[in-house]
Every structure is written in structure tokens, then in C-alpha cells.
């Protein structure tokens, strides 16, 4: 018999996640849950129950440092209330969890541990999977490789890896550039987190405070203009520029990739933070043997269309693997095709029949796939008046493509269109820009986005991609300059499942900045950590010669 606080949550769970379908369990939670880590630090988590389930389904253990009350706990919940046991468990220094958190170093050592313990309790149903997004599906890649190699008998049995990535620092400083409204805006909310539930009342991605801090120079500043102290993560993330160097190698997990053995559901869509590298990592399972399910959708971060399809799909993609009961898939992949606005089942990403077709950026702003004529185009880029972000993923809500009408008649935007479409045009997979740019800056970066120019004027994102050249953190790969000071700088955009209706257009801009999204390039090459002036950078964009500048699309023809 269920109570009346277990109607109650049950009626919220079903009015704030949608359309989801809540499965016939009632729940019981037992609180604040000890598990000791290897250190003697011990941390909290609630535990979920199935009242009346049978115990055949998997125990699913989800860790993750945003709390575990509320709607957060409505994910636990949701699963409870289909059969499963779960375990929610709160990261190193948040939460009531003791020892201090330092984002991602831990994940690993205490991943480890709470398996481990987990299958120690009487509760535990005697099969384990791990679960969750973001931050809480970075935590599962932390541990499953090292396990499934060197501790296969306490390893996860199956993942759940939603709209995340095994390596935050190659989020945070994308191809060389500070994705400073992912970084600052999330260091602003789990400071304001650590303060508990007073520290939330300002929305922590649209206080004023936080969008002065987007302008501060030098970026090490930011914290301090935003929450009125330093964050000694985000010091720590400013200061580091090269990838290469140990802060960030000793918290990336991509080199175990191929060691999870397991089957893995990935979940992520086409306006998430995190879609490249995820579906680099789901490549890197593919050739390792152990192709993941995969489904893409027309998500961002925060999508609320995402919780019942991923819901659907994960209660499913588990009982399959522990029951054998069959999920009802087609395929291994499903794929949202935007402008089509239909459903592909495939076999693998990127599908088969995908092949390269080159568009020449031509003088006067024309795309096409023929040879144009010989010119440069030429545009300055000034940090002081920053090239400004028109939409693109983020930590926000408000993530699905925009109009880039407006934004593309700035005079630091070079546009170019193709010739209306006789046909339609299919492009599945990661397009690749080669910009033959010439700067008057020791440092510049290259933004480079793709548009579909509809035939009433507007210029609606398709995706976009950046690449920073003369800095610290690029010194190692940035591509030399020929006898006349060009560079020829490859930008990967974002991957794309997308269909350009016959009569539309194909647009590319090339810039030198989408702020705050991206920090703004001071210009200087300084190190980001100290750079406080700026100097304007005069861009040339090559239309001549073997290398004239182009865009590589992955052309669908099935």
C-alpha cells in the first residue's frame, strides 16, 4: 500500500517528466546511505526500492555531485519505479559527501570503491549497471575500462552513457579556444550549489553578475567578477592551455575506451555540448568490437523532449541485457535527420554511403563545388567589440539552431552561399572546413559555421566549429605558414544529420569569434591566464591556388 508522500512524488515525477511513463512500483528511499572510499572518507547516497519487484533486473548506480533530492532524484525514481534497485550517490565534497571536490580527479578512486561496496550490501540484486548524464555519465567512463581490465568481476555488467564525454578538458578548451560560457557558467553554479539550497536562488546561468564576468580580462579574473572569490577549479582550468600536460592527461579517460567490454547505450543529440566527442567515442567502441545502441536526437543539454525517449530507451537497453527480453529496436542506431524531421534507423554512424564532396569558397561570397575566381576576402576581427555567439550549444536551455540573418551582415562575418539547390542535400556526418587565412595577429582563431539559407532570407545554424591558432595550447599543431603568411587551418564543425530542402541555399561563415560562448581571442598570444590587452586581428581568407579555402561535407546518398 502505497503512502500518501509516495503519491505525492509520484504525481510530481509525472507532471515535470513529461510524457515519460512511469512504471507500476511504488518506492521506499532510505537516506544518507554511508560508503566508505579508500581513504576513510566516506560518502552519502540515497538508496531507491521497488516495492513488490521481483529482484531479477539490475541494481543501477548513479554518482554524480548535483544533489540527489527533487527533480535530480526524479531520474532515480523513474527507474525505481520500472523495477530496478538504485543507488544514487553523492560525488566527493558535495551533498553532505566528505573530502573536497575537485572536478573529475577523484571520480576514479571513489567509482572504484563504491562498486566494489555496492555488491558488498544485502540489498544489491546481484547484477550492477551504471547510469546517467553529463557530469554523472563521466563519472561511469572514470572507472568502466580500468574495471572491465583489471577488475572484470566487480566491472559494471552495462552503461548508460547520456550526453556526455570521457575527457572534459578537451570540452573546456575546444581546439585550442576557452568555451568560457560552459566553464565559467558551471563554475558559477556549483559554487553557488556549495552553498546550499540559499546560494541557488538567482538562476545561476542568467545572473548579471555572471554576464559581466564574460567580459573580464585576463580570464582568470572571471570567478572572482562572478561569485566575488576565485574558484580554484576554474583557476586551474584557465591556467592549463595545453591539453598535453598532466592536469588534464590525469583525468581523461578516452585511452580506456576500448577496454569497456560491456554493452554500452549511448544516448546524446545534435545541439549537446558534448556531440563530437561523444560519437568519437562511440567510433572508438565500434572499432574496438564493441558497438554501442545509439540514439541521436534533436536535443541540447537540457531538452525536456530527451526524458522520455531516454527513459524509454535505457529501461529497455537494460532488461534486454539481463533478461533477454527484446528492447524492440531495428537497428543499433537511431538517428533524427533535421530539416527531413523524421527518424533514420541505421546500422552504424555515420551511415553508410556517406562520402566527402568539397564547396569552394569563392570571392564575392559564392560556395559552389566549381573552381571560382582568384581573390582574398578580407574582414578585422576587434576584441574589444567581440564577434558576438548567436546561439550553439550550452549549458542552457536555449540551444535549437537559430536565424544567423542579422548576425551575418556584421562586417567581422565573411558569408558565403551556394546557388539555390536543385535537389535536396543529405549531409550525415562531421563536415571539415580548410581555411587558407592570413592574420595580422600573433593569435587569431577561425570560427567557421554551416547555415541552411532558406528562401525567405533566413539563415538557420546548421552547425559550426572553431579552431584557435597561435597560442600556448596550440603551438604543438598549428599548421605553418606558406611564403606568403598563409595558414591552411582545418576546423571540424559539429557533427550534423541534416537535409537542405531542394530551393534552399548552402551558407558558410568564417569569423573570428562567437563570444561568450568561446573566450574572446585577445590577439596577443600571451598566456590566457594574464592576458588583459588586446590587439585587433586584420583576416585575409585565400580564394586562389590548390589550397583556396573550402568546406568538406559528408554527402549522404544512401
Not at 577523484?106 to 557530469?135: C, H, K, M, N, P
Not at 548579471?208 to 579574473?221: G, H, I, M, Q, T
Not at 570567478?223 to 592551455?241: F, K, L, M, N, T
Not at 539552431?401 to 535536396?424: C, I, Q, T
Amino acid at each position: 500500500m502505497t503512502t500518501l508522500r509516495q503519491r505525492l512524488t509520484r504525481a510530481l515525477d509525472a507532471r515535470t517528466r513529461g510524457s515519460t511513463a512511469l512504471g507500476p512500483y511504488p518506492v521506499t528511499v532510505d537516506r544518507d546511505l554511508r560508503a566508505p572510499m579508500d581513504d576513510g572518507v566516506e560518502l552519502l547516497g540515497d538508496l531507491y526500492r521497488p516495492v513488490g519487484a521481483d529482484g531479477t533486473l539490475p541494481t543501477v548506480v548513479i554518482r554524480g555531485p548535483y544533489g540527489r533530492r527533487g527533480i535530480i532524484g526524479g531520474t532515480a525514481r523513474a527507474l525505481a519505479y520500472d523495477g530496478f534497485t538504485v543507488f544514487f550517490q553523492s560525488c566527493r565534497g558535495t551533498w553532505g559527501s566528505g573530502g573536497r571536490f575537485i572536478p573529475q580527479l577523484d571520480e576514479q578512486r571513489d567509482g572504484i570503491a563504491t562498486l566494489r561496496w555496492v555488491r558488498r550490501q544485502s540489498w544489491f540484486t546481484g547484477r550492477l549497471a551504471t547510469f546517467g548524464e553529463s557530469y554523472m555519465g563521466y563519472t561511469q567512463w572514470a572507472v568502466a575500462g580500468t574495471m572491465c581490465r583489471a577488475d572484470p568481476a566487480n566491472a559494471p555488467e552495462a552503461l548508460i552513457l547520456q550526453i556526455t564525454m570521457p575527457d572534459f578538458g578537451e570540452i573546456t578548451w575546444d581546439n585550442g579556444a576557452f568555451a568560457l560560457r560552459n566553464a565559467l557558467g558551471w563554475s558559477n553554479l556549483m559554487d553557488r550549489m556549495g552553498r546550499g539550497p540559499r546560494g541557488l536562488v538567482t538562476l545561476p546561468f542568467a545572473n548579471r553578475a555572471l554576464r559581466k564576468a564574460f567580459d573580464v580580462l585576463p580570464l582568470s579574473a572571471g570567478d572572482s567578477a562572478a561569485v566575488g572569490h576565485p574558484i580554484h577549479w576554474y583557476q586551474d582550468w584557465v591556467r592549463h592551455e595545453r591539453l598535453t600536460d598532466d592536469y588534464w592527461t590525469g583525468q581523461s579517460h578516452t585511452d580506456s575506451v576500448p577496454d569497456v567490454t560491456v554493452p554500452v547505450l549511448m544516448i546524446t543529440g545534435w545541439y549537446d555540448i558534448f556531440t563530437p566527442w561523444q560519437l568519437r567515442t562511440y567510433r572508438r567502441l565500434v572499432e574496438a568490437g564493441n558497438p554501442p545502441r545509439l540514439t541521436i536526437g534533436p536535443w541540447g543539454h537540457l531538452s525536456r523532449g530527451k526524458t522520455a525517449p531516454a527513459h524509454r530507451d535505457s529501461v529497455a537497453f537494460l532488461k534486454e541485457v539481463c533478461t533477454g527480453s527484446d528492447a524492440g529496436r531495428a537497428t543499433p542506431v537511431r538517428a533524427y535527420q533535421t530539416g527531413a524531421r523524421r527518424w533514420h534507423d541505421l546500422e552504424v554512424w555515420p551511415p553508410a554511403g556517406s562520402a566527402a564532396r568539397e564547396w569552394l569558397l569563392h570571392t564575392g561570397g559564392g560556395l559552389a563545388t566549381a573552381v571560382g575566381p582568384a581573390g582574398v576576402t578580407r574582414y578585422t576581427y576587434d576584441p574589444a567589440d567581440p564577434t558576438p555567439a548567436v546561439g550553439g550549444p550550452s549549458l542552457t536551455p536555449h540551444t535549437l539552431p537559430m536565424d544567423n540573418a542579422a548576425h551575418e551582415r556584421r562586417a567581422d562575418v565573411a558569408v558565403f552561399r551556394s546557388e539555390p539547390l536543385g535537389e535536396p542535400l543529405d549531409v550525415a556526418g562531421e563536415p571539415v572546413a580548410a581555411i587558407r587565412i592570413r592574420s595580422s595577429a600573433p593569435s587569431y582563431d577561425v570560427f567557421v559555421r554551416l547555415t541552411d539559407v532558406h528562401p525567405d532570407g533566413r539563415s538557420i545554424t546548421v552547425c559550426d566549429g572553431i579552431r584557435r591558432v597561435g597560442s600556448i595550447g596550440t603551438a604543438a599543431t598549428d599548421p605553418p605558414p606558406d611564403d606568403d603568411g598563409f595558414r591552411v587551418v582545418e576546423v571540424a564543425l559539429w557533427p550534423t544529420f541534416h537535409r537542405f530542402a531542394a530551393g534552399h541555399r548552402v551558407g558558410v561563415q568564417v569569423s573570428s569569434g562567437a563570444h561568450p560562448r568561446y573566450a574572446r581571442n585577445p590577439g596577443t598570444g600571451e598566456p590566457a591566464f594574464t592576458a588583459a590587452t588586446t590587439t585587433p586581428a586584420r583576416q585575409e581568407i585565400s580564394h586562389e591556388g590548390p589550397h583556396a579555402s573550402r568546406i568538406i561535407l559528408p554527402v549522404w546518398t544512401r
